[in-house]
T-cell receptor, first 112, second 118 residues
């Protein structure tokens, strides 16, 4: 069974600084997708970024980028120029041949 | 609709009562998922519907939980004889294709139903 581990329950960052959230996963599949979701206090899960495992190039979406290390089964999220609106829970998720499997999340606080 | 709609937004019920939670997915999305999020925890998979196939019920925690999807659209999650440990946020999501597809663009989630059993 696939597992997703987020080892940082809480993190904080100063506004305009850069922060990296860690995620590791375990799978025997070769083709899969990885995602980062953001959950603000509104509870709505918002897709931040997506990575296809067969692509070596790291995905980037504006201020959000990932460092995907397939051999190490690592998928970290880097947020540049952090903004107060980035304050939220962040969940790493794995998608293979089963419904999305989520990590337990990292609570990120951006401090003014 | 433009997004996934869930109702009610909040529900308080007495222990032992039955509750029904509703999910209206994005029109045209063939796959629908229910997850449970307990306080401070990640999302726990409950059940998955894909088109006309038999649902994947592997995540349902007990036989008090059931779900149906009528007409390939609206889904209802039913919890019978609620217990205090059922208190959580129940999230519904939909996607344009199910798991194991050639392309996976992730799910679109609703805002959830916060269930409190007192």
């Amino acid at each position: 069974a696939q597992t997703v581990t987020q080892s940082q329950p809480e993190m904080s960052v100063q506004e305009a600084e850069t922060v990296t959230l860690s995620c590791t996963y375990d799978t025997s599949e070769n083709n899969y997708y990885l995602f980062w979701y953001k959950q603000p206090p509104s509870r709505q899960m918002i897709l931040v970024i997506r990575q296809e495992a067969y692509k070596q190039q790291n995905a980037t979406e504006n201020r959000f980028s990932v460092n995907f290390q397939k051999a190490a089964k690592s998928f970290s999220l880097k947020i540049s120029d952090s903004q107060l609106g980035d304050t939220a829970m962040y969940f790493c998720a794995f998608s293979g041949n089963t419904p999305l499997v989520f990590g337990k999340g990292t609570r990120l606080s951006v401090i003014a | 609709g433009a997004g996934v709609s869930q109702s009610p937004s909040n529900k308080v019920t007495e222990k032992g009562k039955d509750v029904e939670l509703r999910c209206d997915p994005i029109s045209g999305h063939t796959a629908l998922y229910w997850y449970r999020q307990s306080l401070g925890q990640g999302l726990e998979f409950l059940i998955y519907f894909q088109g006309n196939s038999a649902p994947d019920k592997s995540g349902l925690p007990s036989d008090r939980f059931s779900a149906e999807r009528t007409g390939g659209s609206v889904s209802t999650l039913t919890i019978q004889r609620t217990q205090q440990e059922d208190s959580a946020v129940y999230l519904c999501a939909s996607s344009s294709q199910g798991t194991g597809g050639a392309f996976d663009y992730g799910y679109t989630f609703g805002s959830g139903t916060r269930l409190t059993v007192v």
